[in-house]
């Protein structure tokens, strides 16, 4: 069944040198593209398999391969990811549930979960947080720029702090389940077991013996 809402992905074009770099080292920029290309693969496939009155993707770099042709891309605007998501849920009417591509391990029943409870009236926002402190995903039941006001985002206190904005704005808020960003090698290794068949998971195993060689070298 279509559903009426916005899926938003928010992402980076996964070019060597720009996206990941906290994954260098033990990986090259060209490995650590390469394992943000399989994870915004990923993510963007359970969007995309998920009915929606829209599907968009809002991106800061060109367009690849890796972008299914159900989306629309917008441009991300704005100084700073706070401004960028609030630009980027503007372009919604109704509904919005968005995500980033940290999370390739999200799967069709946790947005299932965030469409439901912003569809059927029970909650104003869903909020997924990050195991980091920060959040994974973020749904408003009618846009608002206004929620990303005054949160800090990539803190270890981003969660608390949008809580504490949504409950600001008298939103009713539901919690999604907690998920790992990946962020660091060890995020990688811990989320690639947690999804061994995703892009994301064969891409990190492929590159675990070289990598393991490396970290172990004198």
């Keep these: ?62 367009t690849g391969a890796w972008l299914p042709p159900r989306f629309d891309v ?27 591509m940290d999370t390739p391990q999200i799967d069709s029943g946790v947005v299932a979960e965030a469409i439901e409870e912003l569809t059927r009236g029970d909650a104003d926002a869903v909020l997924g947080p990050a195991l980091d402190g920060g959040w994974w995903g973020i749904g408003l039941r009618q846009p608002d720029a206004r929620a990303f006001d005054g949160v800090e985002m990539s803190t270890d ?22 998920l790992r960003d990946v962020d660091t090698i060890r995020d990688a290794v811990a989320v690639s077991a947690l999804a061994p068949h995703t892009r994301f998971g064969r891409a990190v195993t492929e590159l675990e ?8 070298a004198p």
């Design 209 to 216: 013996p070289g990598l393991r060689q490396r970290t172990a």
């Design 74 to 100: 917008v441009d991300q605007v704005g100084n700073g990811l706070a401004e960028r998501l609030a630009n980027a849920i503007m372009h919604c009417q109704g509904p919005v549930f968005l995500v980033g």
């Design 157 to 178: 206190h981003t969660h608390a702090q949008q809580v504490a904005q949504l409950t600001a704005l008298g939103l009713r808020t539901h919690a999604l389940p907690a």
């Design 1 to 62: 069944m279509k559903h009426r809402v916005t899926l938003v992905v928010i992402a980076k074009s996964p070019q060597p040198g720009r996206v990941k770099t906290r994954l260098c080292p033990p990986c090259t920029p060209v490995e650590a593209a390469a394992i943000a290309e399989a994870a915004l693969a990923d993510t963007l496939d359970v969007i995309a398999a998920t009915p929606a009155d829209r599907h968009v993707i809002a991106l800061d770099g060109p």
